[in-house]
């Protein structure tokens, strides 16, 4: 048989030494492999399956063996089949909760920044956003406080105990971010950016991958592959809104991606419903059926004074429409079995 048509996985009882035993079987029988890693599991692609039945019994048994599928098969569901469960700082997205991160489109003043914080923390947010290097449609438009605001991140960190997400936009801005971050976003502009998924990859660190508006359900898997194939698994794919024919909101959120991701990959999904909709009074319908398609985690703009907001601020929740969204989001959540939250409860992070 051909094609390297199944994988092998060896979960943590396995030892390297084992694997290693394996890779020697592989490439003696004519079906040479590579070893690749998802957190700690390793997983070999086989190409010829007589080779795997003429293994010696000294060879330890895989744990799974998993049809190839699709080009971005380390992100299958079948290779974990209880889902990847991805650490913010003291928050974890993926574990069944619904994690609600929250917080400004960009980083504009202290104040600002601070005072928003405060407010997502006080309603149930386990963790942050806010953009310091935003890429715009239009060059005139505001492009972040870059540097500075990141500054402000890690102060309203301080405050609250939130880890935060932002975005990246260089692959040179990687390493110097990775310093503060407690992790990265990529947004929907970026998703085939190539050498920005390798870059983060390597950083190890957690990362919200945004789907591109004119990209496909395989095509985001495909990106996050990237991510996973540096070996690293804390990704989280976040539904955004795509464009379609339909201008009577700013993107089509698209609900159907997140029940088939949930389906086909082990990675946590998140929704976006303020830049999917565009609109505050989109947000809590959209974040209602995200939850019921099976959402793990929210991305929410939150601002305390929207109407000043120096980006996106026509989406923006106030502090009010905020804390009634997060008490109605609660007993829903319920009513499907679940429960916010995103792990731990909200603790004191140093900051690093
Ligand atoms: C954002 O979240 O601030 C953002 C720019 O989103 P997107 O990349 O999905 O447009
Ligand atoms: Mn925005």
Known sequence: MANQDLLLVFDETVTRAGVDGWIRHLESAGAPTQMYRLGTSFVLPVSDVDAIQ???????????????????????????????????????IGDGSVAVLAGPCAVETPEQMMATAAVVAKHGAVGLRGGVFKPRTSPHSFQGLQWDGLDLLVEAR?????????????????????????????????????????????????????????????????????????????????ERGIRTFEPSARFTLDLTAVALWKQRTHLPVMVDPSHS????????????????????????????????????????????????????????????????????????????
């Open 54 to 92: 003429e293994a010696g019994s000294d060879l330890p048994a895989p744990t799974r063996q998993v049809p190839r599928g699709s080009d971005a098969w380390l992100g299958r569901r079948e290779l974990r089949p209880t889902g990847t469960a991805v650490s913010l700082g003291p928050t974890t």
């Open 158 to 238: 301080e405050r609250t105990g939130l880890p935060f997400v932002t975005e990246v936009i260089e692959p040179e801005h990687v390493k110097r971010l990775a310093e503060v971050v407690d992790g990265f976003q990529i947004g929907a502009r970026n998703m085939q950016n190539f050498a920005l998924l390798t870059a983060v990859g390597q950083s190890g660190l957690p990362v919200v991958l945004k789907r591109g508006f004119g990209c496909t359900v395989e095509e985001t898997l495909a990106a996050g592959e990237y991510l996973l194939l540096e070996g690293n698994d804390q990704v989280v794919l976040c």
């Open 277 to 352: 909709g565009g609109r505050p009074e989109l947000v809590e319908p959209l974040s209602l059926a995200a939850i019921g398609a099976g959402a793990d985690a929210l991305l929410i703009d939150v601002h305390v004074e929207p109407q000043q907001a120096l980006c996106d601020g026509n989406q923006a929740l106030s502090p009010e429409q905020f804390a009634g969204l997060m008490g109605r989001l609660a007993p829903a959540a319920a009513g499907l079995g679940r429960h916010m939250g995103g792990g731990t409860s909200v603790r004191e992070c140093s900051p690093t």
